[in-house]
C-alpha cells in the first residue's frame, strides 16, 4: 500500500496506506522509502524550517497523518457536528471522504494534522491516533443509543433495503445513503439480508467509473441511474 507521486504539487511525495490505527508502521515504512531515495536524490532542507514544500502549510516535517473514520451513528443520534467542532480547537483539519468539497452521504470523515513545523513526526502520530481514537469511542456510543431504538431503526434499515431491492433506477447519492443505513444494521447486528463483503461491492460498483467497467460501456447519467439498480440487484443477490 504504497503511493509515490513525481511532480505533483510537490516534486516528490510519499504515501503509505494501511488499514486500523498503524499508524507507527506506516510512518517508519514511509521514513525507509524517504531514507532510500535520499540516498539517490537529495532534498531541499533547511536547518531552521525542515523541508521546504511547495506549501507553507507543508513545511518543517512535510509530514500529513491522516485518519478516514465512518461515523454514521454519530450523525444519525446529532451528535456530530458537536463532535468534529471540538477537534477543530485541536488543530485538526477535517475532510469528507475525497476532499472539502465531498457529498457526505457516508458520513466518512478524514482528520488530519493542521501543524507541520515545531513538532516532531511522533507527537504528530500520537495526537492524531489520539483523538481518533476517542472519536471512535464516541461513534461505539452512538451506535449503543441507536440499538436501543428497536423497531424505528430496523425500519429504517429495512426500508432503506426495499427501496435498493426494488427499485428500477437510483442515483448515487440516494444509494450511498441507502446502503449506509443498511451497513449500520449490518455492523451492529440487527440486519443479516447482505454481508460485509457485499457491501463493501456494493459500496465499489454504484461508483460511476466502476458501473461502467463493470459493463464494459459508456453510460448517460439517466442510464447509469438504471445500471446501478441492476448493479445492486445482482451482487445482492451472490
Do not use: W
Not at 58 to 86: C, F
Not at 109 to 134: D, F, L, P, W
Not at 182 to 209: M, N, P, R, W
Request: include cysteine; hydrophobic fraction near 35%.
Amino acid at each position: 500500500n504504497i503511493c509515490i507521486m513525481i511532480g505533483g504539487e510537490n516534486h516528490l511525495s510519499i504515501q503509505v496506506f494501511s488499514e486500523g490505527l498503524e499508524l507507527e508502521n506506516s510512518l517508519n515504512l514511509a521514513i525507509e522509502i524517504e531514507e532510500k531515495i535520499g540516498e539517490i536524490l537529495g532534498y531541499c532542507i533547511n536547518k531552521k524550517y525542515g523541508y521546504l514544500t511547495r506549501s507553507l502549510n507543508d513545511v518543517g516535517t512535510g509530514l500529513k497523518a491522516s485518519v478516514m473514520l465512518e461515523l454514521p451513528a454519530l450523525a444519525k443520534t446529532g451528535n456530530l457536528n458537536r463532535v468534529l467542532d471540538t477537534i477543530r480547537d485541536f488543530n485538526i483539519n477535517i475532510d469528507g471522504e475525497y476532499g472539502k468539497s465531498t457529498k457526505n452521504a457516508k458520513y466518512i470523515y478524514q482528520i488530519s494534522n493542521r501543524q507541520t513545523i515545531g513538532v516532531t513526526e511522533k507527537e504528530i502520530i500520537n495526537t492524531i491516533k489520539a483523538i481518533a481514537t476517542k472519536i471512535i469511542d464516541q461513534e461505539r456510543q452512538a451506535r449503543k443509543i441507536l440499538a436501543n431504538e428497536g423497531i424505528e431503526l430496523e425500519d429504517t434499515i429495512n426500508r432503506s433495503y426495499g427501496i435498493l431491492e426494488n427499485c428500477k433506477k437510483i442515483s448515487y447519492d440516494e444509494a450511498t445513503e441507502l446502503l449506509t443505513n443498511v451497513k449500520l444494521g449490518v455492523d451492529l447486528g440487527v440486519f443479516d439480508k447482505l454481508t460485509d463483503l457485499q457491501i463493501k461491492k456494493l459500496f465499489l460498483y454504484i461508483k460511476s467509473a466502476n458501473l461502467q467497467k463493470y459493463y464494459g460501456e459508456e453510460y448517460d447519467k439517466i442510464e447509469q441511474n438504471i445500471k446501478r439498480a441492476e448493479i445492486i440487484k445482482t451482487i445482492s443477490q451472490e
